[in-house]
Each structure stands twice: as structure tokens, then as C-alpha cells.
């Protein structure tokens, strides 16, 4: 075959149908979240001790496996009235209800065999595994266990391995893990990568030689001048909101990340992240400026998903599009295309964290965080007013670890494509 036949089936294979959105849907709301407790008289006594404070309880990570929505309820501000940190919802006599999970056990505060602070997870869908960070403390002043990387069995809800993080890569008395992404090699799960926002740096987990390694560099700290997110309308000040959200390209071969405070998206490749002992460039590369701040990345199997923290909206970025009009490769292409998939100035509020299923549709969250930031789930609102929404929405993809568009972790159709066949 030569040079332009192999150019023309590349890129008619990688271009051969267009992608189909759809609505937004809304899957779950709450004014305020209700836990599936083993008893109605453990409930009474948990709100009577202080240990179940509803309006401190916010629903902000997601992940979708299979038919189950998990999500997370992270434990900050406050030291106590977070009884659960990691939850499945479900449904308990027709009432959507959050069941810890994997169970009440794991979401003992100062038991450092349990949860403290989860704030996100990733799911191996080829495995059936989860991947849960937990950042060890509770409240930002709460230093109660290390850093810990939790894997579970989704099948039989069991705990497969735990691995702590030493303390000279992620700080004990002041990390905030906040995304993880998994890399794959050889068709299974050899690293994962977490954002630090309070340290401002990249956090390196071998699974393999059980070694942890981070990176730090300007890139990941704010932006002074980003600093100030505008939301209904007042301003509010994310100074310590450093790299936050990650996402992992479909061919593994680069991160993508960026801080709450800032526009700036950047890369960085994954051939520096999995040999940091002896790395000598980072080769890491601004890649273009958001149409606003952000909170999370994710990655599907054409399109970058990010949410507009100042616009109440989602939008995408079509890397293969900017690729072919800039005639470069993943490794050269700026950040250009930038297209919006939903928007709701009321009931999008802070869309925060994303997730894909197996069918096609992006989930994604909307929490109103700076207000809760500021006073928890406030008191003063409407009875039975909506502050967290669950959102879905039809991108016609799937996620980059999905065993149907991914082979387990082999290149993806633009992957095996050679940059030129792309390019041409």
C-alpha cells in the first residue's frame, strides 16, 4: 500500500461516521442526600451525636459501571456529620437512597483500615475493578492516616489490595488527591496518576514495583490571574485550587491536566510519567486556553469533556479535527475547537465531575460548590429545592478503558494510525 491509499483509509476509518449528541438528561436530584442506614433508630442517633449532619453532606465524584452509579461525598470543611465518603445509589422502596460502599465498615472516621476522604475513583471496566484515592484526612485539619490507594472487586464487593503513599510524595498533613486516571500496559493496569491540588504536583503509583514517585512543576500551580471564578454572579477566590482535573488520551500515550484556578490546559507524556527515576525532560506542553475554569477532565474515544465552571455548561474539544486542520500530531496540536455540549444557567450550576458508561453517555455532576464551599447545603433555600443534579448525556463514545473500543489498553483506531497517515 502506498504512502496516499494508507493516508485515505486512516483517515476515512478515524472520520467515517459523524458523532451523534443528545439531550441532557436528568438522572438523580437532591436537596439533600439520604443514606441507606441499617435502621431508621441508628439514623436518629447519628443526627442526635453530630456524626450525620445533613447540610454538610455533598454528592461531587461519579463513576458509572455497568447499571451502578457510584459517587463519592468527600469529608471537608468539617471534622464531623459525613457518616459516609464513598456510596452506590440505589433504590429502597421506590426512594433513592446512597448505600455505603463497599459498606458501613469502610466509612469508620479514624480507622485507618477505612475511608477518610475520598473524593474520586476510577473503574477498570475490563476487570471489574475500583480504584479509590483517599487522601487519610478529614476536615483539611484532621491528619488521621496516610494517603492510601484502594482497590475493590466489583463483582463481590471485596477489598483486593490496599497500597499506602508514602509520606515524601504525598504529604500527610496537607494533600488534597483529588482525580486519578489508570495507565495500561500490556493490556492490564500497571500505573495510576492523581492530581494533588493542595501541593500542586502530579502523583506517580507503580502497582507493579509498588513505587511512588511525583512531579511537580509551574504548570501545575494556579494562575494568579484565574483565580477568581465568577458564579451567579459573585466572585469567588479558588487560590489554593492548583492541578486538579487529569484525563488520559485514548492511545495512553499523554495526561492532559489543569487547575481550578486557571484557563491554561496542559500535556504531558506518559513515557516521562512512567520513567520519573530517570526522566530527564518532562516534555511538558501548554496545549491552549479553556473558555473557563475548570474542575474535571475526561476523555472518551474522540473527545475531550470539560465542564465551564463560570458558564453553568460542558464543552468538548475535537482533537482530531484541530489536528487535521493544523496538519500536526497529538504531540503539537493547540487546543482551538472548543465546542459546547450542554448548557443551563439554573440547574448546571458547577458541573464538576464526569463519567462514562458503556452505552454512549457521559454522566457528569452539578453541585453549586461555591456555595456550598461557603456555608454548606444552605437552610435558606426553597423546601425541597435541588442542590446536587446528576446529569446525563448521549456523546455517542464510550470510555478510553472500555474493552469495546479499546482492546483492554491497546492503541485506539487514531493510535495505530502513524502521525503522517493522519496528518496528510
Not at 476509518?13 to 436530584?29: D, H, I, K, M, P
Not at 474520586?120 to 494517603?147: Q, W
Not at 509498588?210 to 511537580?216: G, P, T
Amino acid at each position: 500500500m502506498n504512502r496516499l491509499s494508507a493516508t485515505s483509509f486512516c483517515l476515512l476509518f478515524v472520520y467515517s461516521t459523524a458523532q451523534r449528541f443528545g439531550q441532557a438528561e436528568l438522572v438523580y436530584e437532591w436537596d439533600t442526600v439520604e443514606f441507606d442506614w441499617p435502621s431508621e433508630a441508628e439514623k436518629a442517633e447519628a443526627l442526635r451525636n453530630g456524626t450525620y449532619v445533613p447540610e454538610r453532606n455533598l454528592v461531587v465524584g461519579i463513576k458509572v459501571h455497568k447499571d451502578d452509579v457510584y459517587v463519592t461525598i468527600p469529608r471537608w470543611f468539617w471534622t464531623t456529620g459525613h457518616p459516609v465518603t464513598l456510596a452506590k445509589i440505589v433504590t429502597v422502596n421506590n426512594e433513592t437512597k446512597l448505600r455505603p460502599y463497599p459498606s458501613w465498615a469502610f466509612q469508620k472516621q479514624a480507622d485507618c483500615k477505612s475511608f477518610q476522604f475520598v473524593m474520586s475513583m476510577e473503574i477498570d471496566p475490563n476487570t471489574d475493578r475500583m480504584y479509590v484515592i483517599d487522601t487519610g484526612r478529614v476536615g483539611n485539619i484532621l491528619n488521621l492516616c496516610p494517603a492510601k490507594i484502594y482497590i475493590f472487586d466489583l463483582k463481590s464487593d471485596t477489598l483486593l489490595e490496599m497500597h499506602e503513599l508514602p509520606d515524601s510524595v504525598v504529604n500527610r498533613t496537607k494533600n488534597f488527591l483529588n482525580d486519578i486516571v489508570l495507565d495500561y500496559i500490556n493490556g492490564s493496569v500497571r500505573y495510576a496518576y492523581m492530581s494533588d491540588a493542595y501541593d500542586s504536583r502530579l502523583i506517580i503509583y507503580d502497582f507493579e514495583t509498588k513505587s511512588a514517585f511525583y512531579l511537580k512543576d509551574p504548570s501545575m500551580d494556579i494562575e494568579r490571574n484565574a483565580s477568581v471564578i465568577t458564579f451567579n454572579g459573585e466572585e469567588y477566590d479558588y487560590i489554593l485550587s492548583a492541578i486538579n482535573g487529569i484525563a488520559i488520551s485514548p492511545d495512553f500515550n499523554y495526561v492532559y491536566y489543569c487547575a481550578v484556578s486557571s484557563y491554561s490546559l496542559y500535556q504531558i507524556p506518559t513515557s516521562t510519567l512512567r520513567n520519573m527515576s530517570s526522566a530527564k525532560d518532562t516534555g511538558i506542553r501548554r496545549v491552549g486556553t479553556k473558555v473557563s475554569q475548570t474542575a474535571a477532565l475526561a476523555y472518551g474515544n474522540n473527545n475531550l469533556y470539560y465542564g465551564a465552571l463560570g458558564l453553568n455548561a460542558v464543552y468538548f474539544w475535537d482533537l482530531k479535527q484541530d489536528m487535521m486542520k493544523q496538519k500536526v500530531g497529538m504531540d503539537k496540536v493547540s487546543l482551538q475547537t472548543q465546542t459546547l455540549l450542554v448548557r443551563n444557567d439554573s440547574a448546571m450550576q458547577w458541573p464538576d465531575t464526569f463519567a462514562f458508561d458503556n452505552k454512549g453517555w457521559l454522566w457528569f455532576t452539578s453541585d453549586r460548590l461555591p456555595l456550598f464551599w461557603a456555608k454548606g447545603l444552605p437552610n435558606n433555600t426553597k423546601e425541597g429545592e435541588p442542590f446536587m443534579r446528576i446529569w446525563k448525556v448521549y456523546v455517542n463514545e464510550t470510555g478510553i478503558y472500555s474493552k469495546l473500543t479499546n482492546e483492554q489498553g491497546k492503541q485506539t483506531a487514531l493510535g495505530q494510525c502513524p502521525v503522517w497517515a493522519v496528518l496528510a
